[in-house]
T-cell receptor
């Protein structure tokens, strides 16, 4: 089975812009979660989608949003980018409630 | 909220040595997960533990789910250069099984 794929792998944006990141889960996995990883804060949960519905949400501002499509693919969007949004954004898919399998991430740099 | 304290933060060892790291929490966890992350990549699941007292191996890796359900340990035997990376413990929060909380990571460096 192919693993979790994320596109793009690298992205450079400027402050104030918006960005959309894409994630394709492992085939058959219906749950997709998003995490932000920074050197200072580590890995932090953003949100989780299951069957096109947001099921869990982390403590991030409303500028961070996401959605899931009927084929389980997911996108996350960050509007009005800030310098502090520079991070590795990781998507994970899950077949069960406990185990999550991560993609390679999208590294976002905000200038 | 639930937090995981992982130690040590970094380790510098010689190739062939055994490695031990641990993760503790003030809260009870029903599942413990151990991941390894290589530079520029996402975390890779190494071992999943679902039962207090459980001891599970994956090759040279062995992890244990603490009896109190508030800690877990990961051991690597006979380390090799490809073991270099950052190891994270993680567990599902009380808010939802899909919402993982992660430890700060243990950075492993191996001198050949």
């Amino acid at each position: 089975k192919a693993g979790v794929t994320q596109t793009p792998r690298y992205l450079i944006k400027t402050r104030g812009q918006q960005v959309t990141l894409s994630c394709s889960p492992i085939s058959g996995h219906r749950s997709v979660s998003w995490y932000q990883q920074t050197p200072g804060q580590g890995l932090q949960f953003l949100f989780e989608y299951f069957s096109e519905t947001q099921r869990n949400k982390g403590n991030f501002p409303g500028r961070f949003s996401g959605r899931q499509f009927s084929n389980s693919r997911s996108e996350m969007n960050v509007s009005t980018l800030e310098l502090g949004d520079s991070a590795l954004y990781l998507c994970a898919s899950s077949p069960t409630q406990e185990t999550q399998y991560f993609g390679p991430g999208t590294r976002l740099l905000v200038l | 909220g639930q937090q995981l304290n992982q130690s040590p933060q970094s380790m510098f060892i010689q190739e062939g040595e055994d490695v031990s790291m641990n993760c503790t929490s003030s809260s009870i966890f029903n599942t413990w997960l151990w991941y390894k992350q290589d530079p520029g990549e996402g975390p890779v699941l190494l071992i999943a533990l679902y039962k207090a007292g459980e001891l599970t191996s994956n090759g040279r890796l062995t992890a244990q789910f603490g009896i109190t359900r508030k800690d877990s340990f990961l051991n690597i035997s006979a380390s090799i250069p490809s073991d270099v990376g950052i190891y994270f413990c993680a567990g599902p929060t009380s808010q939802g099984a899909q919402k993982l909380v992660f430890g700060q990571g243990t950075r492993l460096t191996i001198n050949p």
